[in-house]
């Protein structure tokens, strides 16, 4: 049986090295995060300045709601991106038993990716809502300027939601051993699987189980619709964190006892 044992900080290192060495993750990161962001500001700030009385201004309220969404839903494609790869990346390259053979625990080798990886993609994640946060307010023009309260609270709603959904990736991709699987796996159960699910009123309280439906009760009441999928279900705070630690802890407990037993 394969002893417990915490993952040391040099071994969280080393695989956040072997991310950032990963030229084409961090572009394909980039992309779907900073980048996406300032090409949608960038384009909305250029209409309104060809076309004010059609176009409105790039920031305020709304469009922090609206960017706020992108951000969620590309970087829960980052996330899932990063996270096949900090799951299931050492078995594709061919080395995780040359790892098991040094004598490291499995344990910490599996829990060492999911620090390391959202250290990975966290800053590019903070990075794109920075960038909205600050366009929000500066180019809001005479739109309803968001105020610092409401900038926090879709802040820490964003980094939540791709933060949850990377662990769920990085489970995935353990479970499974494929990084391509886990991919379509954790894409389709978001973008296509939750609001399926959550538009279908008859199932009732079933709705609520879905990690997706869970995330959008936290959408702060100041953004609106703006930064919604589908309908708006309530749910109590207390629901909200018993479906996202279920959910989380028992995927990540599952993947990680697939991934210890299972040959190296």
Do not use: C
Request: aromatic residues 6%; positive net charge; proline residues 5%.
């Amino acid at each position: 049986m394969t002893a417990f044992a915490l993952p040391a900080p040099r071994l969280v290192a080393a695989d956040v090295l072997k991310l950032r060495r990963n030229r084409s993750l961090a572009l394909v990161t980039g992309v779907l995060t900073v980048g996406a962001v300032a090409i949608t500001v960038a384009v909305m700030e250029l209409l309104h300045l060809a076309n004010a009385t059609k176009h409105g201004p790039a920031g305020g309220v709304q469009n922090l709601g609206h960017v706020a969404f992108l951000i969620a839903m590309l970087g829960t494609a980052a996330a899932a991106i990063v996270g096949s790869r900090a799951g299931a990346g050492d078995k594709d390259a061919g080395v995780y038993r040359d790892l098991v053979v040094t004598g490291r625990s499995r344990v910490s080798l599996y829990l060492s990716r999911i620090p390391a990886g959202i250290a990975f993609l966290l800053p590019f994640v903070a990075g794109a809502y920075v960038l909205e946060a600050v366009s929000a307010v500066v180019l809001a023009g005479s739109k309803p300027v968001p105020d610092m309260r409401l900038l926090v609270l879709t802040g820490l709603w964003t980094v939540l939601e791709v933060t949850f959904f990377y662990l769920l990736s990085v489970a995935v991709a353990a479970l499974l051993g494929s990084r391509s699987y886990a991919i379509g796996v954790v894409l389709a159960f978001r973008l296509a699987i939750t609001p399926i699910v959550a538009s279908i009123s008859a199932l009732g309280i079933v709705r609520e189980l879905m990690p997706g439906v869970a995330m959008q009760s936290l959408v702060p009441p100041g953004l609106g619709d703006a930064a919604r999928q589908g309908p708006a279900i309530a749910m109590s705070t207390a629901a909200v964190a018993a479906v996202l630690l279920v959910w989380a802890v028992a995927a990540v407990a599952l993947a990680g006892w697939r991934d210890v037993t299972r040959d190296a």
